[in-house]
């Protein structure tokens, strides 16, 4: 039986071990399958549009996998650079519009 989620509810608490997320493609397909045994992932996989289905139960029938096939284009690849992501420079937080904080001018007519 499959069935798709709209929100998912109830989870049993699993080790950081058992909590995988699996992506598999092929170039010939041309599509991602992602599979997770992980709260989170599921759930930011519904929150992105994912049509998310249970792909397998514990003796409860509570789900503990989920799967999905998207796009291979939805996966990204970030550049890494001694096992760190690299951030592209001007995306830092608090930045208005590549100005620096002493360069912003404050107008009198507003005081």
Not at 58 to 81: F, M
Request: net charge positive; charged share 30%; glycine share 8%.
């Amino acid at each position: 039986m499959l069935v798709v989620l709209s929100k998912i509810g109830e989870f049993p608490t699993m080790t950081k071990g058992e909590q995988e997320t699996i992506i598999r493609w092929d170039q010939e397909e041309r599509v991602a399958h992602l599979w997770t045994a992980y709260e989170t992932d599921a759930n930011r996989w519904i929150a992105a549009g994912y049509q998310v289905r249970v792909s397998g139960r514990n003796e409860r029938g509570r789900p503990i996998g989920w799967a999905t096939e998207v796009p291979i284009d939805a996966i990204r690849w970030k550049r890494v650079k001694d096992g760190c992501v690299v951030r592209r420079r001007g995306h830092r937080k608090g930045r208005v519009f590549a100005v620096r904080s002493d360069q912003l001018v404050v107008s009198e007519a507003l005081s």
